[in-house]
């Protein structure tokens, strides 16, 4: 339950924090706006690692396949390509685009096992609820 909440807590924080970038970027620019987010995201971190659990800074030269460490990079595309579709499509339809996309890419990435995620075996039921969201974008437009 406790991960439920977590997750519903997620998608409204990201759904938020693109709103608040795309708005920062029509002020700024799209670089100067995305290096903002990065930025008071380290620094947060950084605040959270002092007052959390302090693993040892230098762990992060032991992971391997070392492809693991372009999270940041992706983060700053995700950033990016958040704002764009909020600036172009609204919230609402750039958010729900998003969230299919996601729940397709997760599922084959649990299909085939890529990234070090346990295979997982391929069911009818999930094509379908893929099928059926991906149907709703088509309605909601």
Aim: proline letters at 3%; glycine letters at 12%.
């Amino acid at each position: 339950m406790w991960g439920f909440m977590i997750a519903l807590v997620s998608g409204a924080l990201m759904s938020i924090q693109g709103v608040l970038n795309t708005e920062v970027t029509k002020q700024t620019g799209i670089w100067v706006s995305a290096g903002w987010v990065q930025l008071t995201a380290f620094l947060t971190c950084v605040l959270l690692w002092f007052w959390g659990d302090k693993s040892p800074i230098d762990a992060i030269l032991q992971v391997r396949p070392l492809y693991m460490l372009a999270g940041g990079v992706i983060g700053a595309f995700i950033t990016y390509t958040v704002i764009k579709s909020m600036d172009g499509l609204g919230p609402a339809r750039a958010t729900l685009l998003i969230v299919i996309t996601q729940i397709v890419v997760a599922y084959g990435i649990e299909l085939f096992g890529l990234f070090g995620v346990e295979k997982s075996p391929f069911e009818w039921k999930k094509l379908f609820g893929a099928l059926i969201a991906i149907a709703g974008i088509i309605v909601f437009n």
